[in-house]
């Protein structure tokens, strides 16, 4: 009995929740998130937990914004702050910087969520799947699945989308 490919590579994608333009002073990479960042990540962590999803490994750009938003998605998965790893390569990543940084994970991890910001992530979506061309809006979640056994074979459109989840949908 022929019971199909298992899946052995599973990526989380994140945007950053909703951030504050309130304080013009403020450097880009210390933006925090606004009422409606504070609204939305605890409800989209909260998703993923219900449904199941919680990964082995979460990484962060160090981006103020996008770390808070990490720290909100570990509190409602029950996921210890302190193992959240922070990458300043994230921090206006391209394809390339991502494809390394995912290339570059332990393989011991089958299920590894990223948080990040645009334009990089949906780039880096596109990427990876065939035929996606959506834009991850802010706190959008983004799930695809690789049939490979190591992270270094992830290449052009070797993902499949297993599903998206948006704070308006929720």
Sequence with gaps: MNMGPTVMKRLYL??????SWD????????RPLNK????????????LAENGHIPELMISSPA?????????????????R?????????????????IEL??????????VMLFGHNPGFSFFAAFLLPNHAE????????CIDF??????????????KVFSAYPKEI
């Design 135 to 142: 834009s991850l809006s802010t706190c959008a979640i983004l």
């Design 147 to 160: 049939d490979v056994s190591s992270w270094k074979e992830i290449s052009a459109e070797s993902g499949k």
């Design 64 to 80: 103020l914004r996008s770390v808070s938003t990490a720290e909100i998605f570990a509190k409602e998965m029950g996921y210890s």
């Design 36 to 47: 409606r960042g504070f609204r939305d990540a605890p409800s989209m962590g909260k998703y």
């Design 82 to 98: 302190d193992k959240i790893l922070k990458d300043e390569n994230i921090y206006e990543a391209d394809v390339s910087d991502l």
């Design 23 to 30: 304080d013009h002073s403020l450097p880009d990479f210390e």
């Design 14 to 19: 994140v945007r950053h929740a909703k951030s």
């Design 102 to 111: 995912v290339s570059g994970l332990g393989d011991k991890y089958s299920s």
